[in-house]
Structures are given as C-alpha cells and as structure tokens.
C-alpha cells in the first residue's frame, strides 16, 4: 500500500510564505504526477497545482505566480511553496499521487492532510 505523509502546514499571515511537503513510501516502481489539492470550509477540494515524473506543472489561476511545486524524484517527494499567501488560501491542503507498484498494479493514494491558516 502506497502511504503519502504531509507537513510543514500552519498558521502564517497574510504576505507569508509556508512551504509544504509530501513524501510517498510503499511498493512504489514509477511515480507518474504527484499533486496537491486543497479544500476550504463549505467548498469543494479543488486542484491547486500537479507535476509529472518529467517536470511539467500545471496551476490553478488562482495560486499561478505565488506558488511554486517541485519534486524529488529519487525521494519520492513533492513540494508546494506558497508565497504571498491570502486569506482565501487557508484550506486542508492534500497531497495526491498516482503511479505503478512493483507489482504492476496502478495506484492512486491521498494524504492526510495539512492544515494551512492565512489570518492576521
């Protein structure tokens, strides 16, 4: 079973900056995106940002030119930086990725989500 772990969420003020981090372990054998979603109060989870195993990205219109997400492929690792955070950003943010097992078997598994509060 493929497990994702998140960190680095928390309450930051408006114009702050927060990096996130999303590390995948398991039966792992190829990593084809990882991304991250989030989800607000009374709304539904919405994608933010995605990353192939290639480097390509893709955002949201709302975050493009405030967050950045990279990756780690020898870590299995996926990173969100957030600048100039607003209030509208504070939401459950979860970290998504979806690949091969050694066995052959696809996989599509979600973290347990990392708070992240913008409030001054």
């Known amino acids: 079973q493929v497990q994702l772990v998140e960190s680095g969420g928390g309450l930051v003020q408006p114009g702050g900056s927060l990096r996130l981090s999303c590390a995948a372990s398991?039966?792992?054998?190829?990593?084809?995106?990882m991304a991250w979603h989030r989800q607000a109060p009374g709304k539904e989870r919405e994608l933010v940002a995605d990353?192939?195993?290639?480097?390509?990205?893709n955002y949201a219109d709302s975050v493009k030119g405030r967050f950045t997400i990279s990756r780690d492929n020898a870590k299995n690792t996926v990173y969100l930086q957030m600048n100039s955070l607003k209030p509208e950003d504070t939401a459950v943010y979860y970290c998504?990725?979806?690949?091969?097992?050694?066995?052959?078997?696809?996989?599509?598994?979600w973290g347990q989500g990392t708070q992240v509060t913008v409030s001054s």
């Open positions: 998504n990725a979806r690949g091969l097992t050694y066995a052959n078997y696809d996989f599509a598994s």
């Open positions: 990353i192939t195993s290639r480097g390509n990205t």
């Open positions: 398991g039966p792992i054998f190829r990593i084809i995106a």
